[in-house]
């Protein structure tokens, strides 16, 4: 593996690479081409001051990509990507090591370098682990989120001129990353069942998706909230970005289902509002109802649900839905959920206008 370095000439090249993938733990997760042309123009991706690399495989495939910025002071900073379909192969670490060993040999001799990530980012915080890097600080609610209006805790990671040339680690006399960071089991993202192919979202699912929801709109308004606004094309590719994302980062893992015998789309099922800690994972689904009465839902959910308990260790799975909701309670039962209870009146129905009561059904080891 290597580092090469961007040109000026490779413009278009590196705004495909930024705009074709997901960044979900980024201040923006899809940054538009205007930003990124503007950004380029003003010597954000090369200027005396900052330099960007293409991060290259043996196969010479563009993985992904590094900016190494604040070259002017004693200390730089960067930016480090991994293209979605190269993420888990070990890139990220060793784009590290080969940044540290560009870094300590510029004649300006540096100091150290440092770099910066969300608490939640366990594959980046497992990156900077591996290349010899160390964790410096935890700042409390100091990344914000703009499309989230949220705030998360930061973590600083850095590597001295000392640790780099002596070959060895020194560490913080303090390491709390288990309070904050659960394993997180690795994980299969294709799941066969008899009829049908599960597999993660992908960004060029979207027009199979809108056609889908389209089609099956008037049924899904009766039960779900996000469909009670008609969905654009941008509005479903949004939806599709923010699915690969959220899976991507193991925040909800929602799986696109497809016909093995034709290779149709008909609908999306997986576990939502997951707590990693105590392993509790919510199921949700939706099927477009020209391929509702054939049993395809239940045959998903019965694969998920045992993918569920056999590949993340899962210690409840639990559905909730409207207890008018005929067809999706008639689902939990022939995939051997059990009805712990009816909650009454405890949430808005999927059009905010009346109370609803909820059916809570769950599978326990």
Not at 109 to 131: P, Q, S
Request: proline share 3%; net charge negative.
């Amino acid at each position: 593996m290597r580092l090469q370095e961007w040109t000026i000439e490779e413009q278009d090249l590196l705004i495909q690479f930024m705009t074709t993938n997901s960044w979900p733990y980024h201040d923006s997760s899809q940054p538009g081409r205007e930003l990124l042309e503007k950004s380029i123009e003003e010597g954000g991706y090369a200027s005396d001051d900052v330099k960007t690399f293409w991060i290259e495989n043996s196969e010479n495939e563009k993985v992904g990509i590094v900016k190494v910025y604040d070259l002017q002071e004693d200390v730089p900073l960067f930016d480090l990507r991994i293209a979605d379909d190269f993420r888990g192969y070990g890139y990220g670490s060793r784009a590290l090591k080969k940044l540290t060993q560009y870094v300590f040999e510029l004649p300006e001799h540096k100091i150290r370098i440092e770099g910066h990530t969300r608490h939640d980012n366990a594959a980046m915080r497992k990156a900077f682990e591996r290349a010899g890097f160390v964790k410096e600080a935890h700042l409390r609610q100091a990344w914000f989120l703009p499309k989230e209006n949220t705030y998360y805790d930061a973590v600083t990671y850095g590597m001295t001129r000392e640790d780099y040339e002596a070959g060895t680690t020194t560490p913080v006399r303090w390491e709390d990353r288990e309070r904050y960071v659960k394993s997180i089991p690795g994980f299969k993202e294709q799941l066969q069942s008899e009829r049908l192919h599960i597999r993660a979202p992908e960004l060029n699912d979207s027009m199979d998706v809108w056609g889908a929801v389209s089609h099956s709109m008037p049924t899904l308004r009766k039960w779900t909230g996000w469909a009670q606004k008609e969905m654009t094309i941008e509005s479903t590719e949004e939806y599709v970005r923010q699915s690969v994302s959220e899976f991507i980062g193991r925040k909800s893992l929602n799986f696109h289902l497809f016909l093995k015998e034709t290779g149709e789309f008909i609908g999306c099922a997986g576990f939502h509002r997951i707590d990693w800690n105590i392993r509790k994972f919510e199921v949700e689904y939706w099927l477009d109802t020209k391929f509702e009465g054939e049993g395809y839902m239940t045959e998903a959910i019965k694969e998920l649900v045992k993918f569920a308990f056999t590949d993340l260790s899962a210690t409840r799975v639990e559905f909730l839905c409207d207890e008018n909701h005929s067809k999706g309670r008639a689902v939990a039962k022939r995939t051997s959920f059990e009805l712990e209870g009816i909650l009454r009146k405890n949430a808005p129905s999927a059009n905010g206008q009346d109370l609803r009561n909820t059916c809570v059904y769950a599978i326990v080891t």
